[in-house]
């Protein structure tokens, strides 16, 4: 089988399967070798690596990671991809595809089960649209990771990497730093694509921290902390948090936390780093 990651063998695969592209799972197929080849050395695979990839789409990348990796579980939703990829995939032994969609399967547990619980890589052109369900539900769910490396809309990379103060801070920035040390690789393109996304996309790598830089007493409820924080980003955090639903904040007490911690009573959220968070979600939680 021929690679992929052309636009002549893409477009000929998917007319050979009369495949109709489903703007609704995001799919664009990357067409692009440099790219690929740079997504694979950001990722260091060696052949002791079990590596997990979401929306394996045509097989693209697959064949790479499988040339390279020990193992490759690749999860994809469209099971119209699935005869696809038992072609375009057949001449590897130590692929795995999974057709599920990727918010509901066991990571934990294949982890567990192909990795003994070793730290996994995940590699991935991302659906755009489950972004950030994905990434937090990696983190959050306790799967051992060693390292993220995506595709993710530019916009997205630039909340990752994004520092108090600034428009593009926000949850995901202090969820991406309380785990992991972003990097933005490269910037990709609409052109590298099969359809061309609607929007400008780049590559990430998130190396998985083995202690978080920070320390909260109560990591739930500081996450519940920013989420509320951020989720009226015009308010004072004095009022967003004492209105969040669900936070048995009141005003007296928001106030008070942060006189303690020697701020403004009319500080915002996207003023606070990820350490005054977790200090902020420290006093709180007494
Ligand atoms: N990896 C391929 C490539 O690079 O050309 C395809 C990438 S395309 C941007 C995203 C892929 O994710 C599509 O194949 C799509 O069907 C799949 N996908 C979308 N939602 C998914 C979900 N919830 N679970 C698993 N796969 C999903």
């Known amino acids: ?165 600034t428009k593009d801070y926000g949850a995901l920035s202090l969820a991406v730093r309380y785990y992991a040390e972003p990097e933005i690789i490269m910037q990709v393109p609409p052109a590298c694509f099969i359809p061309r996304p609607g929007v400008g996309s780049a590559v990430v790598r998130l190396r998985r921290y083995e202690v978080p830089p920070v320390s909260a007493k109560d990591e739930r409820y500081m996450f519940a902390l920013i989420r509320a924080s951020f989720n009226q980003r015009r308010k004072t955090l004095v009022n967003g948090l004492a209105n969040a639903a669900g936070l048995p904040v009141t005003k007296e007490m928001a106030a008070d936390a942060l006189k303690q911690m020697g701020l403004s009573p009319t500080v915002r959220g996207e003023d606070l780093t990820l350490a005054q968070f977790a200090r902020l979600s420290d006093f709180l939680a007494e």
Do not use: W
């Open 1 to 165: 089988m021929a690679y992929l990651g052309t636009p002549g063998n893409t477009v000929e695969i998917l007319k050979k399967y009369n495949f109709n592209v489903q703007k609704k799972y995001g799919q664009n197929f990357l067409v692009d070798t440099h790219i690929l080849d740079k997504i694979l050395d950001a990722s260091a695979i060696t052949g002791q690596d079990c590596v997990l990839e979401i929306g394996p789409g045509i097989g693209t990348m697959t064949q790479y990671l499988a040339e390279s990796a020990r193992e490759v579980i690749a999860v994809e939703i469209d099971r119209a991809l699935i005869p696809v990829l038992e072609e375009t995939l057949s001449s590897y032994d130590n692929v795995t595809v999974i057709n599920e969609d990727i918010l509901k399967v066991d990571i934990r547990r294949i982890a567990e089960e192909r990795n003994g619980g070793k730290p996994i890589k995940v590699v991935a052109n991302l659906p755009y649209y489950i972004t950030t369900p994905i990434i937090m539900g990696l983190f959050e769910s306790g799967i051992p990771l060693d390292s993220i490396t995506i595709m993710v809309q530019k916009e997205v990379a630039e909340r990752m990497k994004a520092g108090p103060g």
